[in-house]
């Protein structure tokens, strides 16, 4: 999994209750991603980075920031959780200059009540 | 924009051969991936198509007519542990970063069944 590590695996939240998403890896990658995953919806881009102190949106940003202040983690965090956020998340890393795949992480599933 | 389909179930037999279908309408492409997984658990790279043609590694084999729009995914002698969802993505034009964004298909779930 190109050392993608992600914690915590499983949370429960209340609507309403802030936190943060942790996503790790420790190959120097610079291209690193979130998604999010719904039944029959696929995974859709939530936001995604470059490098570090670069990052964009994806096709659903709203009610997620991000920062990438290291090389090594891309934090997802949710300031307001709302049970429409009740998801699995993925974070994903590109690795390598010429190798277009993408990597994932174990996940972390998310309820929101 | 992009609109990517693909069936959402399918069933085969063990050893038998199945084809997943993936359909795309896109703004841009840069290539499509076919990635597999297993319920609970994160997606793993299968194969990346950017030119026409077959690409085969062992029992999987991926397609890509790019004047068709169109995928698909060959698995051949079915084994068990093949029940999964295969999700099919299509890479985005562009340079750079959004060169490396990724739109999903819903996937398809396949089952194998003895």
């Known amino acids: 999994n190109a050392g993608v590590t992600q914690t915590p695996k499983f949370q429960v939240l209340k609507t309403g209750q802030s936190m943060t998403l942790q996503c790790a890896q420790d190959m120097n990658h610079e291209y690193m991603s979130w998604y999010r995953q719904d039944p029959g919806m696929g995974l859709r881009l939530i936001h995604y980075?470059?490098?570090?102190?670069?990052?964009d949106q994806g096709e659903v940003p709203n009610g997620y920031n991000v920062s990438r202040s290291t090389t090594e983690d891309f934090p997802l965090r949710l300031l307001s959780a709302a049970p429409s956020q009740t998801s699995v998340y993925f974070c994903?890393?590109?690795?390598?200059?010429?190798?277009?795949?993408?990597?994932f992480g174990p996940g972390t599933r998310l309820t929101v009540t | 924009g992009q609109n990517i389909d693909q069936p959402t179930e399918m069933t085969a037999t063990e050893g038998a051969i199945v084809q997943i279908n993936c359909t795309y309408q896109t703004s841009g492409f840069n290539g499509l991936f076919w990635y597999q997984q297993h319920a609970g658990e994160a997606p793993t790279f299968l194969s990346y198509n950017v030119l026409d043609g077959l690409e085969e590694k062992g029992r999987f084999s991926s397609f890509l007519s790019r004047s068709k729009g169109y995928s698909y995914l060959l698995l051949k002698e079915l084994q068990m542990k093949d029940s999964a969802s295969y999700l099919c993505a299509v890479r985005d034009r562009g340079r750079k970063a959004a060169g490396n964004k990724l739109t999903f298909g819903g996937g398809t779930r396949v089952l194998v069944k003895p």
């Open positions: 980075s470059v490098g570090a102190g670069i990052t």
């Open positions: 994903a890393v590109k690795t390598g200059t010429h190798s277009y795949e993408q990597y």
